[in-house]
């Protein structure tokens, strides 16, 4: 071997390395790792239910129930498999809206209910202007779809 | 086959007067295209359905984050041919780019926390993706502060161009971390291969954006290059006839 060729072995063994240790480690701390835990996760006893935890997944339509007079609030959490039923107190980001991402930070009762100490509001990746947007519902009979197509809607002039 | 040209790569001279040359050819398009995507970002392009003006943002977010990690991509690189060719221009070259990718990774942080305040609701929270970022971050600090450490400029060279190799491995958990993890932060957009998540009015701006700021680097990284160039060489003879 050229001294050269030593040092490209070298180059490579500490990218093998240094990957192998990482996929390792990630690995191992998958769950600590892992920002949020969906309704299906906590449904099959993935989450760590005896300890906070945050929990996310949509907000399912028509299940958005707050409080007159005070900021007592209640929804559903859905990722289309299972449901997990949240109550928080307090003020929600203004993205929060139904199906839409949301996570919630707390601790899950005994009766099966979230109870949330903390709710952020989680935006996908889909940008378009609000009149496509309008478009993208009325087609779909006034429900924004999960993943909008945004060339099936009428382009803006601008 | 001849490696002539390759040899000459490796000739300070030469790189000092090529990127010398070259700068302004990357300054000035840089400079007008900066302009012009800021124009379209922020003026023409329409408000988004859900977080209204405040996605503009974005125009200046993601070309940062992008550049931040293709920097990193151009230093290691860079680092590694320094390392097997034993080539110093190489290692100067390695050395320019780190500061650069550093304020790219900082504004990256920066306007995604600034973001992140209205529409998660939150400026921090412990992600894979914010914090595979922000160790990005410590990477190129780590380089630089070890570069600044050690006066034996041979061995700062290795010792540095070792870091930034090892650090490689945090490019693909960046760009992964929102598809292996579940994270609050948005999968890509426009970085993907499917067709982007956003009409061509709002695209537009954002590609202007990240064209200019990749040869922004190129103009900023040649300018950093020939100053590194002539810290290096500074007892050379051929400085004494660039300088006159």
Known sequence: ?158 | MNWTWFHRLGSPPHIYRIAGTLTPWFAWPAGLLIAAALYGGLVLAPPDYQQGEGFRILYVHAPSAWLAVMIYGVMASAAAVGLIWRMKVAHAVAASCAGVGAWFTAVSLLTGMLWGKPMWGTYWVWDPRLTAQLILLFLYLGYMGLRAGIDDLGRADKASAVLAIVGVVNIPIIRYSVEWWNSIHQAPSVMKMDRPSMPFDMLAPLLMMLLGFTLYFAAVMLVRLRAEILRRERTASWIREVLR
């Open chain 1, 1 to 158: 071997m050229t001294p050269r060729q030593r040092r490209i072995t070298l180059v490579v063994g500490i990218l093998a390395g240094v990957s192998l240790a990482g996929v390792l480690a990630l690995n191992a701390f998958r769950e600590n790792v892992m920002f949020f835990f969906d309704p299906s996760q906590v449904a099959a006893g993935d989450a760590p239910i005896e300890k906070r935890f945050r929990l996310g997944g949509m907000v399912r339509p028509g299940t958005v129930d707050r409080e007159a007079g005070s900021l007592d609030m209640s929804f559903v959490v859905t990722d289309f498999k299972h449901d997990v039923r949240v109550v928080y107190t307090g003020v929600v980001p203004d993205l929060f809206r139904e199906n839409q991402g949301v996570v919630a930070h707390g601790r899950l009762g005994s009766n099966g209910v979230f109870v949330a100490d903390e709710i952020l509001a989680k935006h996908d990746e889909n940008y378009m202007p609000p009149e496509v947007a309008k478009a993208i519902k009325e087609k779909h009979g006034g429900v924004m779809p999960v993943n909008p197509d945004i060339r099936a809607a009428p382009q803006t002039g601008t």
